[in-house]
């Protein structure tokens, strides 16, 4: 059966299904989403639900904004979420910002992993803002993602951005893939790190970035 785009479009969006902060929609980017809506109607119909009911009337076009949202990292730059939140400055000792709420979808499954990521820096010379780090976790967890490349990304961006003397990166995250499926094991938590520079390089300050990290936890 041929998804019926046009009935899709014809779905009136409710206010609080809105999102207030999205931009507009370019025309390329409705029509992907009228596309996504009525692959998710026939997705429902293979499942043997009714899209036509009311519960259901409006789910195709809440689940492409959502995806859309859920992915929105593809259109993300992290030079320009950055923007001009680096400046020079003269600290040498680490920066650490730990317990960064992180949220992301596995590309095997589609399903939900999140967690929290560390972050931690020793400048050479240049700062970045602090609500920057949290900006460049979104870039790379708003993608379809293994949590072992995500936690590399964010390293190599931070690297890239600030060429600072280390990068150090820890995610601890839970994935539904593992507990609402397949082994169902409840209690498991994934954590992946990522050293560069000083990090790798120097025992002490990656012994200090880890015990920091995982301090209280």
């Known amino acids: 059966m041929t998804p019926n785009v046009a009935a899709v479009r014809q779905l009136q969006v409710s206010p609080h299904d809105a999102n207030a902060d999205s931009p ?23 499942l043997g639900e009714t899209p036509g009911r009311e519960g259901l009337l409006r789910t195709p076009e809440r689940v492409a904004r959502s995806l859309a949202w859920l992915t929105g990292g593809y259109e993300s730059d992290v030079r320009d979420v950055v923007g001009e939140a680096v400046f020079e400055e ?22 939900p992993f999140f967690g929290k990521v560390h972050i931690a820096y020793v400048p050479d010379g ?11 976790v979104d870039v790379f967890a ?8 995500l936690t590399e990304q964010i ?4 690297e890239e951005v600030l060429q600072p003397r280390g990068v150090g990166v820890v995610i ?11 082994v169902e094991k409840q209690n498991s938590k994934t954590i ?6 000083q990090f790798r390089e120097c025992a002490m300050t990656r012994d ?10």
């Open 126 to 136: 240049r700062i970045v803002g602090l609500s920057k780090l949290p900006r460049i």
């Open 155 to 158: 390293a190599a961006a931070i």
């Open 24 to 46: 507009p929609m370019t025309a390329a980017a409705s029509e992907r989403q009228a596309e996504l809506a009525a692959l998710v109607r026939r997705q429902l119909e293979l």
């Open 208 to 217: 200090e970035f880890l015990r920091l990290a995982h301090r209280g936890t």
């Open 172 to 182: 601890e995250a839970v994935h539904l893939c593992m507990m609402m499926r397949g």
């Open 90 to 111: 003269t600290h040498e000792s680490m920066v650490l910002v730990r317990d960064i709420e992180m949220y992301s979808m596995c590309e095997h499954h589609m399903l």
């Open 192 to 197: 992946t790190c990522a050293l560069r520079g």
């Open 142 to 149: 708003r993608r379809l993602q293994v949590q072992e490349r």
